[in-house]
């Protein structure tokens, strides 16, 4: 039963309630009309205290889309944040005007606060270098659509796998399935986090390797996900310029892929992808983006326990 639940980790679901919202993403994604009434009545509110385009957006359109409305802010400056009110009060008061809220904040376990002194579900819109569930969300449907299965694949991460909070939920969450095997391309500097080798990897005996050259590995790869160098999570400005161009996904690599290979990308880019690679059939990331969307529909429903044919 999902209705009433937060969503702060992308494990807080087991994979049978993840499954029921895929379902309901899908019958979303045949026939939209048939949901465009769903959460009439309903109030959403974004949270935002770090800047976003996909998840903001695609969540607004989510509740605009089911019939609902959306209230919030982008730039906590313009709320009561601005004199120091604090997160718990902040929650406590959104909490009597909307019936639903979405945080994304800079400082890890935020969202995890908030859910602790708030009487509507919270969902995670991405806390700091933590975890963005609904990112998770986002890659599952996609994978499910585009490649029909979570298990038996190679899945390949690359760039900053040390910061990047969307590598970090899908390798956990694709380590719930069958027979998936991991490649991890990045500099050393940027290798993923000890927690997640030895409490996720490790820990269930799952098979990965760690290489640095994106062009020796590519051919192996079902999946490739490409990440952004995060500027925003480096102390030092010439750590980050040293490695930013680590990785450009150009179409001479992209030619060394096999054929149904899906290339995805959480976005924002910045010059990982060349922009001809989005000609490929191989790039996905623009309807990874769309299916973020849709699942977010299904995920508001569930939460807020409005019935399919409501
Ligand atoms: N993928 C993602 O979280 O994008 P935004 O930062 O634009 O929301």
Do not use: W
């Amino acid at each position: 039963m999902l209705k009433g639940r937060h969503l702060i980790d992308p494990m807080d679901f087991t994979t049978y309630e993840l499954d029921e919202i895929f379902s309901l993403a899908e019958k979303i994604i045949e026939d939209e009309d048939r949901f465009k009434d769903a959460c009439r009545g309903k109030l959403l509110a974004t949270l935002f205290y770090e800047p976003s385009t996909r998840t903001r957006f695609s969540f607004e359109a989510a509740m605009l889309r089911l019939g609902g409305s959306v209230i919030g802010f982008s730039e906590p400056n313009s709320s009561s944040v601005a004199k120091g009110e604090s997160i718990r009060d902040t929650i406590r008061t959104i909490s009597c005007y909307a019936d639903i809220a979405v945080m994304r904040h800079p400082k890890e376990g935020a969202p995890k606060l908030a859910s602790m002194y708030s009487s509507i579900p919270v969902i995670n819109a991405g806390d700091g270098g933590h975890q963005h569930p609904t990112q998770t969300l986002t890659d599952l449907l996609t994978i499910k659509c585009l490649k029909g299965q979570f298990s038996n694949l190679t899945i390949g991460l690359c760039g900053d796998l040390k910061f990047g909070r969307t590598v970090h939920s899908l390798i956990k969450a694709m380590s719930r399935y069958e027979n998936n095997r991991f490649i991890l391309i990045s500099p050393k500097e940027l290798r993923v986090p000890d927690y997640i080798r030895k409490e996720v990897l490790d820990k269930k005996g799952i098979e990965y390797v760690e290489v640095e050259k994106l062009e020796e590995v590519i051919g192996e790869l079902d999946i490739l996900y490409m990440t952004r160098i995060q500027r925003e999570r480096f102390f030092n400005e010439e750590e980050y310029l040293r490695l930013k161009d680590s990785y450009i996904l150009d179409m001479e690599k992209v030619n060394r892929a096999k054929e149904d290979m899906i290339i995805m990308h959480p976005l924002p880019r910045v010059n990982e992808i060349d922009y001809e690679v989005d000609e490929d059939k191989r790039a996905c990331y623009f309807k990874q983006a769309k299916y973020g969307m849709y699942v977010r529909m299904a995920l508001i429903m569930k939460l807020l326990g409005v019935e399919e044919n409501a």
